[in-house]
Structure formats: structure tokens, C-alpha cells
């Protein structure tokens, strides 16, 4: 693999990343943490989760970011939402920082969160009905999508009636149809099994490659991050910063028999699996150390 592929951020002779190039119709924006600091407070003592963090994502980048539990991944991903603000440092989203009430970012997590009492397509205009697009409006685009995600013909469909999968293309769909210039995805296909979860990363990325939003991609999972992904952040463990960023260069499409057949997926993952391991390790080692001082 080129040296150029996996850069430890201690190393004096990093290299820079290089910029993918990206279709004139790319819908993503920027995204980057500067010098970003946060703790919470455990009982009376305050813990910090992230130390001088620093990353920028290119606007249309599929970034996925992986690390030991507690590292700070799902807090990072919380600051480009706006649901947490950083003690210090800066979150920047197209360059300027991040706002309330800003349409610019939307998330999709492990699980589905769809209405019960909504059928399918009222479940996938919510996110618009919100935001006060025309009922019709709505209508239109949520239908599109469900066809984008092969759900149209169960559009009146309880969704208590579905099936995991189909659930969560639903909730793709509520994700997407409101044009998000970033997409923050937590383990979004976490909760499926292994059959329905290689299904929906092939079809997701499908869509990702037509649409280009900005992706952040939370995942324990070293090989679905490397499959899906431009670059993969290796976060030490707490306090979170980055040691590891890692540019994928697979082609696109990418299929799941990589996994299987590609002498450079397995490259890529011999390079950061024992650099996982280690972070995992000490993480395990910390929690012991905790617990033994109460």
C-alpha cells in the first residue's frame, strides 16, 4: 500500500491529504473540528472525552470514524448536530460554525425511531412536515424516495408491519429526502443482521454516490468502514484525538466481495486493525484502573 495511505498524526513527516475529486453536482459542504476540548462531569470530577481534536472532512466525503467504546465518537458527532457545544475549540460546517436550528446536518442512527401511529410515507415526510415544506411538496419527494429505497408499493403500509430492513430504508428515506448537506450516521446498520445489514451498505452507498452529501460514519465495525469510506479516523481511546487517518482507495462501487477478494482491502485492514487492537486494549485498561479506584 502507499505510505501516503496511513498517516499517524504523531509523526513529524505526515502527509497532507489529498483532495478527492468530486462530481460538479456534489450536494456536500466542509465540515472540520479545530482544536476541539470537551469533558462531562462523572459524579464531581469532570472526564475529558476529546483533546485537541483536530479534523476536516472535504465537502461530498464519506468519512468514517472508529475507536474504542467512550472514545468521543458519538460527542463529535453530536457538535456538528448541534446537540452539544465544545468546551473549547470550534465545529465548522461550510466554514462557518455550526447553528441552531440549521437544516444543513441530519442524523441516522442504529435505530429506525419511525412513528408507530404514521404510515410509511408519513413517516418519511415528517422531517419536512417539520420544517414547513408544502403538503404536496412533501408528497411529491417522499414518494420519490421511496422508490429510490424500493418501498413505494408499501407507501400506506403499517410500519410496525415491516421488516427491520425495509424500517430502516424507511428511515433512510425520512434521512434523505430532506436534501442534508451532511449526513451523521451512528451505527445505523448496527442493529440488523449480518445478510440484511451487507444488503443495506451496498444500497446506501448507492444512494450516497448519486445524492454526495458530506457523510460522518460512527462505527465499530473495521471492515464496513473501510468498505464504505474516503478516509477512516482511527480515534485513540479516552481521552478521543485522532492517531490514524487513513485514505481508502478502493474503487467505487464498492461490493461486498472486496472483503473477500481485494489483496488492498485486506491491507487496509491488517494497517488499522492493530492499531484498533491497541486502542481497545487500553481502553480495557482504564476501565479496570476506574473501577479498582471506585
Not at 26 to 31: K, L, P
Not at 138 to 144: D, G, K
Amino acid at each position: 500500500m502507499p505510505n501516503s495511505t496511513l498517516r499517524s498524526t504523531g509523526d513529524s513527516d505526515t502527509l497532507a491529504t489529498e483532495s478527492t475529486t468530486k462530481s460538479s453536482a456534489a450536494s456536500g459542504v466542509s465540515v472540520e473540528f479545530q482544536n476541539v476540548n470537551h469533558s462531562f462531569l462523572h459524579g464531581d470530577r469532570p472526564v475529558r472525552v476529546l483533546d485537541n481534536f483536530n479534523l476536516r472532512i472535504e465537502p461530498s466525503e464519506f468519512v468514517s470514524i472508529v475507536g474504542p467504546s467512550g472514545c468521543g465518537k458519538t460527542t463529535a458527532l453530536g457538535m456538528v448536530g448541534n446537540l452539544l457545544k465544545p468546551r473549547a475549540g470550534k465545529v465548522l460546517i461550510d466554514g462557518k460554525p455550526v447553528r441552531p436550528g440549521s437544516n444543513d446536518a441530519a442524523f441516522l442512527f442504529a435505530r429506525d425511531a419511525l412513528l408507530p401511529w404514521r404510515r410509511v410515507r408519513s413517516n418519511v415526510e415528517l422531517g419536512m412536515e417539520i420544517r414547513g415544506v408544502p403538503k404536496e411538496e412533501r408528497r411529491v419527494r417522499a414518494e420519490e424516495w421511496l422508490r429510490k429505497v424500493r418501498l413505494h408499493e408499501f407507501a400506506d403500509s403499517d410500519v410496525l408491519h415491516l421488516s427491520q430492513g425495509m424500517r430502516q430504508r424507511v428511515a433512510i428515506a425520512r434521512t434523505l429526502v430532506q436534501n442534508p448537506k451532511v449526513l451523521l450516521m451512528d451505527e445505523p446498520f448496527a442493529a440488523l443482521d449480518a445478510q440484511t445489514r451487507a444488503i443495506q451498505q451496498e444500497e446506501f452507498t448507492g444512494l450516497w454516490e448519486a445524492e454526495r452529501p458530506t457523510v460522518i460514519f460512527v462505527t465499530h465495525d473495521l471492515e464496513e468502514a473501510i468498505l464504505l469510506s474516503d478516509r477512516v479516523i482511527l480515534m485513540a481511546s479516552r481521552p478521543g484525538r485522532m492517531v490514524v487517518d487513513m485514505k481508502i482507495e478502493l474503487e467505487r462501487p464498492r461490493r461486498q466481495d472486496m472483503r473477500r477478494d481485494s489483496d488492498l482491502f485486506k491491507s487496509y485492514f491488517h494497517d488499522m486493525s492493530d492499531r484498533l487492537r491497541s486502542e481497545v486494549e487500553l481502553a480495557e485498561q482504564r476501565i479496570r484502573e476506574e473501577s479498582k479506584n471506585g
